[in-house]
C-alpha cells in the first residue's frame, strides 16, 4: 500500500508536486488504497478525538440508545453492535458506531427536500465530545479538499473539477468501537465490502486490524503508520472516473481477547445533487 505526501501534493515547486501527483495517480489506478502523510491535522486534535470515543462508548447503555440511529431519518447518531451486517455471509459485525454530519435546521430547504440526506444530527450529550468532532470534521474536510484537487490535477481536469460539488455536502464522520470478539470463530469486526461514495479517510489506532484485497486477490494488512491517513476510493469516484480510479474490497477483523480497537472513517460525499457523469 503505497504511501502518499500531502505537503508534496500541495508543494509551491512544480516538479516535487509533478512527482508526487503521479505516485497518487498510480495509487488510485492499481489499488485504490494508500497511506496519506504530512495532512496537517494536529496530533494532539487526533489524541482528543481518540480520547472523546473512549469515552463515549464507555457510557452505560441506556445513554447511548436515547441517540440511537434508528430513530433518526437522516441516518445521524448511536449505532448498536451487530446492526450492520457488511459482508452478506457469516456474522454481523462486532461495532458500534457512532455518525454525524452537516448539522442543518429542519427549516433548511434541502431538509425538506431530502429528508433522509440531510438535517440534524443526533449529538453526544457531553459539549466537549461534540466539539472535538466539530474541529476534526472540519480539519479533516480541509484534507480532502486538498486531496481532490490533487486527484483532479492529477487526472488533467480543473483543479476545481470535484471539490465545486461540496456546498451542502453530505460527509459524514463516523466514530467506531470494535470491541474484543465474543468468541475465537467470530472474527468478523467490519465484512469485506467496497466504501459506495467519493473517498475514504480513516484515522486508525495502532491496534490493527484493517486488510485490503488487491488485484490478485490478496488480502493484505494495512499495518498502522503513526501520524498517516489510510485512504481509499469508493464506489462514486470510480464511477466519476470512468473506473480509471478503483474502489478496493477491504475488511477489518475482529480484536483478540482484552483488546480494544477504535477507528474514525470520514466519509467524503459531494453534494446531494451532484451530476456524477463519467470523466470522458
Same mark, same amino acid.
Given at each position: 500500500i503505497p504511501l502518499i505526501d500531502l505537503s508534496k501534493l500541495t508543494h509551491h515547486k512544480e516538479a516535487v508536486r509533478r512527482r508526487?501527483?503521479? !505516485? @497518487?495517480?498510480? #495509487?488510485?489506478?492499481?489499488?485504490g488504497f494508500f497511506y496519506l502523510t504530512n495532512t496537517g491535522i494536529p496530533?494532539?486534535?487526533?489524541?482528543?478525538?481518540?480520547?472523546?470515543?473512549?469515552?463515549?462508548?464507555?457510557?452505560?447503555?441506556e445513554v447511548k440508545n436515547a441517540i440511537d440511529i434508528t430513530h433518526?431519518?437522516?441516518?445521524?447518531?448511536?449505532?448498536?453492535?451487530?446492526?450492520?451486517?457488511?459482508?452478506?455471509?457469516?456474522?454481523?459485525?462486532?461495532?458500534?458506531t457512532f455518525d454525524?454530519?452537516?448539522?442543518?435546521?429542519t427549516s433548511h430547504p434541502l431538509v425538506a427536500k431530502y429528508p433522509s440526506m440531510y438535517g440534524p444530527n443526533q449529538?453526544?450529550?457531553?459539549?466537549?465530545?461534540?466539539?472535538?468532532?466539530?474541529?476534526?470534521?472540519?480539519?479533516?474536510?480541509?484534507?480532502?479538499? !486538498? @486531496?481532490?484537487? #490533487?486527484?483532479?490535477q492529477a487526472l488533467s481536469l480543473a483543479d476545481d473539477f470535484f471539490t465545486r460539488c461540496f456546498t451542502d455536502h453530505v460527509?459524514?464522520?463516523?466514530?467506531?468501537?470494535?470491541?474484543?470478539?465474543?468468541?475465537?470463530?467470530?472474527?468478523?469486526?467490519?465484512g469485506a465490502h467496497t466504501d459506495y461514495g467519493c473517498v475514504t479517510l480513516l484515522l486508525q489506532d495502532q491496534v490493527g486490524g484493517l486488510e485490503v484485497k488487491n488485484r490478485q486477490?490478496?488480502?493484505?494488512d494495512a499495518t498502522p503508520i503513526e501520524d498517516t491517513l489510510v485512504v481509499n476510493i469508493g464506489d462514486l469516484?470510480?464511477?466519476?472516473?470512468?473506473?480509471?480510479?478503483v474502489s478496493t474490497a477491504h475488511r477489518v477483523r475482529a480484536s483478540f481477547t482484552d483488546v480494544h480497537r477504535y477507528s474514525f472513517p470520514f466519509f467524503v460525499e459531494p453534494d446531494y445533487e451532484t451530476d456524477v457523469s463519467c470523466v470522458p
Open positions: 508526487e501527483l503521479k !505516485a @497518487l495517480d498510480k #495509487a488510485c489506478r492499481d489499488i496530533k494532539a486534535l487526533r489524541s482528543r478525538l481518540v480520547r472523546e470515543a473512549k469515552r463515549f462508548f464507555a457510557q452505560p447503555q433518526c431519518k437522516n441516518h445521524r447518531g448511536y449505532g448498536n453492535i451487530g446492526e450492520e451486517q457488511l459482508d452478506e455471509v457469516g456474522h454481523a459485525d462486532w461495532k458500534e454525524m454530519a452537516l448539522d442543518l435546521p449529538n453526544p450529550s457531553d459539549p466537549t465530545t461534540v466539539e472535538v468532532l466539530q474541529d476534526y470534521y472540519v480539519a479533516a474536510f480541509g484534507v480532502a479538499q !486538498a @486531496l481532490l484537487t #490533487a486527484m483532479a460527509t459524514v464522520l463516523r466514530m467506531i468501537h470494535y470491541p474484543p470478539r465474543p468468541s475465537k470463530d467470530h472474527d468478523n469486526g467490519a486477490g490478496e488480502w493484505l469516484m470510480q464511477r466519476w472516473t470512468n473506473d480509471v480510479y
